[in-house]
């Protein structure tokens, strides 16, 4: 009998937890029940010009194997230093697109994270690890060859954290005959102009080499922005932490500053925080909604993103 009774109980306490459960469930918006499934591909990529392959992981829409001939536009997303192709998948962005997605804060397009290693994603000083040409010349044609990619500059778009926050305005800005948005969060903007004697720092003497190298110009976005056609300027975004170190914060601002002297439109946010994930989870979101329109992603709606303060800040 006391067997019958615990059974009964349990029955009972189930069958309640089914109820409130689908209770829930009802009461949510229907767009609300089930995010998409979302299909991380991860492989190597051969190359001629390192002498190597490198790893990449491609983030793609739900149902990529059965959408065909549908094709997809696509954005790069660079790590920052001592990261790697995973740490975006790892720290939860794949969850991040997955609930813009079922928000339908953003529509369907490929993500692509490379692996960079500690090369801030110029041509290595001693022109051994040329990672701008692996990137510019190899990576991204083959990701339009591999998957059903968008291949335009209209459909294609970068963003980076710390050192990819530099890489991405380095190479958006560089390569703006490929890029039609461009974001970089808690970026390391003014690095190419960092002294690294001074600094102690060995990787960005591989880098960059000697502060007086004239060869970091050429991968300088305070100089870099200078050149590029009004008529190719990408979209402009990026942010930064309150509780950054003074000299990033420094360089972000006087980066809005150079923006707003030069007239070219942009948008620069400061935001509560450090340097660090915490920080970039909540940017990532606002980036992907912002930039989603831009690379001819449909959306259904992208709250705030108007509201977004233009740069104001300066030195």
């Known amino acids: 009998m006391v067997n019958l ?10 069958a309640a937890l089914a109820i409130l459960a689908a209770a ?57 230093l001592f ?56 990576l991204v044609p083959w990701v339009d060859r591999t998957y059903r990619a968008l291949a335009r500059r209209e459909t294609r778009g ?53 502060l007086d190298n004239p060869a970091r110009a050429a991968v300088d976005p305070f100089k870099l922005i200078k050149k590029v056609p009004r008529a190719q300027m990408p979209q402009l975004y990026f942010s930064i932490g309150e509780g950054d170190s003074r000299v990033m914060l420094g360089d972000n601002r006087a980066f809005a500053h150079l923006l707003a002297q030069l007239k070219i439109p942009y948008r620069y946010c400061e935001v509560p925080g450090g340097h660090q994930w915490p920080v970039w989870e909540l940017e990532i979101q606002r980036v992907l909604a912002l930039q989603a329109p831009v690379l001819g992603v449909k959306v259904a709606g992208c709250p705030g993103v108007e509201k977004m303060p233009d740069g104001i800040q300066a030195p």
């Open 5 to 14: 009774l615990q059974n009964f109980r349990t029955t009972r306490r189930r």
């Open 24 to 80: 829930v469930l009802l009461a949510l918006p229907a767009k609300c029940l089930a995010a998409p499934a979302l299909a991380d591909d991860c492989r190597t990529v051969p190359s001629q010009i390192l002498g190597r392959s490198l790893d990449v992981c491609v983030v793609l829409p739900a149902g990529y194997n059965s959408s065909a001939p549908r094709r997809y536009p696509v954005l790069f997303y660079l790590h920052g």
């Open 83 to 138: 990261e790697n192709e995973h740490s975006w998948i790892d720290r939860g962005g794949q969850e991040i697109l997955e609930g813009l997605l079922s928000s339908g804060k953003v529509g369907e397009f490929i993500v692509v994270l490379p692996d960079a290693g500690k090369s801030f994603y110029v041509n290595s000083y001693d022109g051994r690890d040329r990672y701008e040409d692996f990137f510019i010349q190899e």
């Open 158 to 210: 970068i963003e980076g954290d710390s050192m990819g926050g530099y890489g991405s305005m380095m190479l958006g800005l560089k390569y703006a005959n490929l890029f039609s948005a461009v974001a970089s969060l808690s970026g390391t903007l003014r690095c190419a102009e960092w002294d690294p004697v001074k600094m102690k720092d060995a990787t960005l003497r591989e880098a960059f080499g000697p």
